[in-house]
Each structure stands twice: as C-alpha cells, then as structure tokens.
C-alpha cells in the first residue's frame, strides 16, 4: 500500500521543474517515441501491478464483506455494505485509543527522527573524516539492525525486573524497590517504541540531509558570515530554505513509515495483543483479521491507514507546492 | 493443539529448525492427488517440538505400506504457519488428506466445514472407548465427532526439589497450603521469586478457575455466554492473581511475562516454582545442567484439596473434507491413534499418548518430571469450551488481557465483567 506512496511522493518532489522551453510542446512526438518509456516501464509495472496492486484492490474488496473461516473455506465473501466500516468507525476504541496512539506516536517519531537527523547531518559536516567514518558507521549500524532485533534490545533495555534502566534509576533513588513495568502504561509503552522507532529511522535522515548539506553552495555561507549572521542565521536562513525538497522527502517518507509501524509495537510485551490500550491501527488490522480470522474487518483497518496515509501525503504535498510557488 | 501462546509456538518451533539444521527429508512434495488410484496418502504433521522425526516416519510409512499397500508422504509444517496454511488448503482444495489439527482449533475447522464427520467410524472401530475424554471432547462439535486424539500434554508446578529440602518444605495439597508456602519462600529465599503469576499465560490461570468452580464459559441452548465474572471464576483469579499482589509470588515485570518467560526465569534459577507444560521440562537441565536432579513436578492442588483441573491441550488427527480417499485416510488414522506407533510418538516429543492404556504406563513412571503430569491429566485433564469461535477467543487474548489489567491495577470484578463480555460476543458471533 504505502509502496505506491512512497514512489509517487519521491518522485514529485525529486524530479526536475518541467523545462519551460514552449518548442517542446507546440510538435507532437512520433508514437513511437511516445511509447518509447512505457516499453521501458513494462516489466516494472508488471511486477508492481501482481504485488502491489492486485492486493490493494483485494483488500478493497474484502473490506465490504463478511470474510471469516467459513467464507475462506466455501470461497464465498458474504458482502455486507458498510458494516466493516461501522463496527470500526462506529465505537470508541477507534477514536480514543487506536487513531490517537497512531498519531501522536507518528508525530512525536518524525519531529525526533528528522531533528535527531539534522543534527547528526550537522555533526558530520564539521568533523574531520576518520570521525565522520566513525560516526557514519554506527549510525549505519543502527539501521542495518533489523526492527526485530532492536525491539528485543530496546525491550532487555527497559526490562521491568531487570533491565539496565530500572537499576540505574533505583541507583539515584528515582524508582522504588518494587521497580516499575513500563509495558502496561500506554504512555511510558509508547515512550520506548518512540525511542525505538528514533533511532532505528534516523540513521537514514542523517545521511540524506547530509548528502543534501553537501549540496549547499559554500559561497553563500561566507557571504552570510562577512555579512555578520551567526550560525543559528545560517541555518535557517540559508541551509533550510535550500534544503525543503530534502526535508519533504525525508517527512513524508518518516511519516509513512512511522504511521505503519507493526513490529515494534506487536514485539514489545503486551503489544501482541494482551493489552488492547497500545494497540495502533497497524496492530489492531493485525489482531483482527489473522489472530480472529475476521479477514474483512481487518482489511477495512488496512484500507483506513491507507486513507490516513494518503490525506496526509496529499496535504503535505499541497502545502509544500504553495510555498515553492509564493517563492 | 494450540498453546498459550503463538510466539512460544514460533520460538520453539524456531529453536527446532536450529537443532535439525537444514537437514530436511522424508518430505517430498506437494499434492494430495498425485499418482494413481488409492496408492498414496498425505499427511501433514505440524513441526516444532521435535527436532528429527524421520526415523518415526520411515516405521510409519513401513507400516502403512504394510497394512495398505498405500505410500505415506509426510509434509511437515511450522506450528507458527499451521493455522494459515490449513485455511489456505480448505479454500484451495489443495490440502493434504489427513492432517494433524490443534485441539481447540477442531471444532473451528468442523464447524466452518473443512473437515469429515468421522463418528460412524470412530464409534465402529471402537477407537473412542479408550480415548482420554477432554480429548474427545475437543474433536467433538454438535454431536459430531472431525477427529481422533493423537497425543497430548498438560500442566503442572515445576519446583524446585533442592530448594524444598533445604527449607524443609512439602508440595501443597491445598490453596491455603500453596499460599503459605508462597509466605515462607519470600521469607527465606529473598533472592527468588517464590512463584510467578504471568500475565499472558491464561492457561496458567484455568486451573484456578476451574478449580474454585468456575468456567470460561458456558452454553444455553445455542447461545454461549461468558462466565468469567461468575462468583466461582471471580474467587479463583482473587486467590491467584494475590498470590503476586499481595503475598509476593512474582516479579512486577511478570504482569507482562507469556509462559516461555516463567520457563526462562526457571532455568536461570531466578524461581522456585512455575506452571509448566509437561514437554518443557526436559530442556531445563539441558540448558542448565547445574539444575539436573534437582527438579521435580506437582499437581496444581485444588482448593480444598486433590488436583485442580488443568488444561489438556494436544492434537487430533483428522481427514479434510477435500480428500478424495476418505477410507485410506480412516485407515492411517486409526493406524497413528492406536498401537505402538502412538505411544512412540509421544515417547520422542516429551508428550503424553492419547490412550488411556498407553498414558496408564507413563503415570507409573519413575521419572519425577512424567508421572506427576500423567497423573493431572489421566485424573483432571480438562478442555476448554468446545466452541467454533473459541479459536478466536485465544487468538484475541481475552483471558490474558483480563490477566495483565488485574496485576496491573484494575478490580477483579471490572476485569471480569468486561473479559466476559468479550468471550460472549465472540463465540456467539460469526457462525
């Protein structure tokens, strides 16, 4: 689902303005010219169209039927309008719990992802290069770690009898004997998959903003210095505004992949399913349609994310598109 | 047979595919329709328990050939992937003829109609008589019986023995004894936790259940209704989950603990007893050695004294509906569930025969980690609801979600109620 974003966000920001060069349009390309990229996007589109879109429409489809273990086995969806969409729409848990921990958490793991990023891209600018190797390397580390991987470490990490971090706060006395589990507060549940999700992702941000820093032409700093601006100036005064189709690729690709977040939730102790509080709409389509077999309610959660996702791409790009105009 | 849990499933099942490597054989491939006529049967067998069974396989399809002229081909398949796999094969017609099916998820299969009515047969060949009865119950839905036990396992109180002679102490026989006993290890053994209560181990918490009268749920008419919150249920889940909050049983972490975890925190010598499963304790001493000899096993005692009920959880053998050689398919399955072939099985995976003649042998067993669970489950083996939807009852939590918000802070009664109320809409939706 979100594959599709992802190219199609990418790609219109990435790609060079139109050449506004009118002598291009006025004569039309031969056919065969015309054709000429679709030949060359065949096979792709192919292999996109069986992996990608055939289960899209599929999940579209199920999301208006009532598709259980008998339904599986006779081959027969039984269709029943909008019942999926009320029974999800309908209660509390969507809006109270589910939409707001997919949210907030999101939100609060793209603005820590993409500063944290930013910073370590600013860090590397002004270190020599054996630092920079060195700081590359394990930041690269961090996201070569595989999600699974993480989530146990960051779980061993926060471990409610044992862990590192309940020992150091009984150390300075901020904790109590009876230690405290983290995993059954949705807050402090989400602090750590936050945690988690930060610096898995940002390691990626890091090196894409700085590719981008690279980009920055030095003369405009030094012209900024002899003029008298300070660092903090410079920044956003220079960098930022040279770097926006940097930032808004690095946003919405963050915001994508934070939104859909499974494993770090559903590894984590009671995000599988024995606490329904920390459940997000990732988990939750999960539990419903391969944990109770309700394969239609389950895709009507998988089709609201994707709507979710979409708004917000969509919205974000509008935004963005506005600014580029009035500048 | 599904357990408490699909990710202790997945690590064991894991941990199998480490022991035997990439050493797979004796499974050729795909397609129940293959070769001519009647002269071959598949059968999938779930892995994860065993490490390597193609000795077993080899004598069973020796056997098989013997008694029907017929070739056996065995498919193993990943407990983690079985349940999707077998609903793939109902709607794909794909499948094998005779599969192995989790006993809680047969009636699911039987009622959604993916599998044969096997009662005629069962009650001609007189298969059923000897049949452990929770077992029987668990291939049994409106009457009809989809299945024949194959083999089974249940739980008791792993403990410490050493622990136990050093402070003089006896295995209880009653819940006032358990909770004394409870008292005296956090007096004398500070360092341990006398005995976690897990949060996401509902199958740890039947017996209590069970034990003070109480149930999952039950049945009017055809309407199912929750009974967690009925005051029998009620009582059982005070006693056990205080055993953590107010007598200091358990860790603060182990509201969040699955049934692997209690094993762990009991193989590094962090516990003194846990409830576990009769397969598991053999790998203790294996990956501790320090603990061989030194291990014993009791039945969870039930309240005013003999055993609690526990839950008897195992696998039954039974044919698809989509197989096109429905009396060979009987014939293999009477083949496994009586016999030697039964009894061996069993003997290799650490689990308990499906017999009562077979399992009569195991309760007599001098080994200290076999006899007291073949016990529990020759005297209070027990099943869960038979139910179609309760497959969807475990695979939403319910009982541990109740489990965690009661040793995490909420009431027993609001716990209880809103546990019920789950288990209410789910086995009576959907069918």
């Known amino acids: 689902m979100a594959g599709t974003t992802v190219s199609g966000g990418s790609r219109a920001t990435l790609e060079p303005p139109e050449p506004r060069d009118p002598s291009l349009h006025s004569r039309p390309r031969p056919l065969r010219v015309r054709l000429r990229p679709w030949l060359l996007l065949a096979a792709p589109l192919v292999v996109i169209g069986a992996l990608l879109i055939y289960p899209i429409v599929r999940v579209a489809y199920l999301s208006f039927h009532r598709y259980g273990l008998k339904e599986v086995i006779s081959g027969h969806p039984v269709f029943t309008g909008l019942d999926n969409y009320r029974e999800v729409l309908g209660g509390s848990y969507l809006w109270k719990t589910v939409l707001p921990n997919t949210v907030v958490f999101a939100a609060f793991a793209v603005v820590g992802t993409i500063v944290l990023g930013t910073l370590v891209a600013l860090l590397l600018q002004r270190v020599g290069p054996a630092v920079r190797a060195a700081i590359i390397a394990s930041a690269l580390l961090a996201w070569a770690l595989p999600a699974v991987t993480g989530t146990y470490v960051w779980v061993w990490i926060f471990d409610p009898d044992s862990g590192v971090v309940r020992k150091m706060l009984q150390g300075v006395g901020l904790l109590g004997p009876e230690g405290f589990n983290w995993f059954t507060e949705r807050l402090s549940f989400y602090a750590i998959a936050t945690l988690n999700v930060i610096h898995h992702g940002y390691p990626f941000i890091a090196i894409t903003i700085f590719a981008g820093l690279t980009t920055v032409p030095a003369e405009l700093h030094e012209a900024a210095k002899i003029d008298g601006a300070n660092a903090w100036q410079r920044f956003w005064q220079i960098t930022v505004p040279m770097m926006r189709p940097v930032f ?44 109770r077999n309700q394969y239609g309610l389950g895709a009507s959660i998988a089709v609201l994310l994707t709507l979710v996702l979409l708004v917000i791409t969509v919205v974000y790009l509008r935004a963005l598109f506005r600014e580029d105009e009035i500048s | ?59 069973a399809k020796k056997q098989f050939k013997k008694e029907t002229g017929a070739t056996l081909k065995v498919q193993e398949i990943q407990w983690a992937d079985a349940h999707d796999k077998l609903v793939r094969a109902f709607a794909g017609g794909e499948g094998p003829d005779v599969s192995e099916i989790g006993t809680t998820w047969t009636p699911e299969f039987a009622a959604a109609g993916g599998l044969t009515d096997l009662t005629d047969k069962i009650n001609d060949s007189g298969v059923s008589k000897d049949l452990i009865p929770a077992l029987k119950d668990s291939a049994t839905y409106n009457g009809k019986m989809y299945g024949v036990g194959w083999y089974a396992g249940t739980r008791a109180i792993v403990y410490r023995t050493d622990i136990f002679k050093k402070d003089g102490l006896q295995p209880p026989t009653s819940w006032a004894q358990l909770q004394s006993l409870v008292d005296t290890l956090h007096k004398k053994e500070p360092k341990m936790l006398p005995f976690p209560v897990a949060g996401g181990s509902s199958y740890g918490a039947a017996p209590f259940i069970w034990g003070a009268g109480g149930d999952f749920a039950t049945k009017d008419g055809d309407q199912w209704k929750g009974a967690l919150d009925s005051p029998q249920a009620q009582e059982g889940l005070t006693y056990y989950t ?17 049934e692997t975890d209690l094993l762990d925190s009991f193989t590094k010598g962090k516990s003194v007893m846990v409830i576990q499963g009769n397969w598991t304790p053999g790998t203790v001493a294996e990956q501790n050695p320090e603990l061989k000899g030194k291990i014993g096993a009791f039945a969870i005692p039930g309240k005013d004294g003999g055993m609690a009920p526990a839950f008897l959880g195992g696998s039954n053998l039974a044919v698809l509906k989509t197989s096109e050689k429905q009396d060979l398919a009987w014939k293999f399955v009477k083949m496994m569930t009586t016999g030697t072939l039964s009894k061996k099985w069993a003997e290799q995976t650490n689990f308990f025969p499906s017999t009562q003649t077979q399992l009569k042998k195991f309760a007599e067993s001098p080994d200290p980690l076999v006899a007291p669970f073949a016990k529990v489950m020759l005297n209070a083996g027990k099943n869960v609801p038979s139910a ?30 809103k546990a019920s109320d789950a288990i209410t809409k789910t086995l009576n939706s959907g069918s």
């Not at chain 1, 690729?249 to 920390?278: C, E, H, R």
């Not at chain 2, 001519?36 to 049967?41: A, I, N, R, T």
């Not at chain 2, 179609?388 to 209880?416: C, F, H, N, R, Y």
Request: aromatic residues 10%; hydrophobic residues 40%; negative net charge.
């Open chain 1, 248 to 291: 808004a690729v690095v946003t919405i690709l963050s915001t994508i992949w934070d939104f859909k977040v499974f494993a770090q939730v559903y590894l984590m102790p009671g995000g599988s399913g024995s606490n329904p509080d920390v459940f997000n709409l990732g988990v939750w389509s999960y539990v419903e349609s391969i944990n």
């Open chain 2, 1 to 59: 047979m599904r357990f408490s849990n699909k990710a202790g499933v997945a690590v064991l099942a894991a941990a199998s595919m480490l022991l035997a490597g990439c050493g797979d054989d004796g499974s050729p491939s795909a397609g129940s329709t293959g070769g001519g006529g009647d002269s071959s049967l598949t059968w999938w067998v779930m892995k994860g328990t065993n490490p390597d069974a193609s000795a077993f396989y080899a004598e």
């Open chain 2, 242 to 258: 205080n055993l953590a909050l107010k007598h200091h049983s358990s860790s603060t972490g182990a509201a969040t603990w699955l």
């Open chain 2, 388 to 417: 179609p939807q309760w497959g969807a009852v475990e695979g939403d939590k319910t009982v541990s979600q109740m489990l965690q918000s009661i040793l995490t802070g909420t009431s027993v009664a609001d716990a209880t109620k």
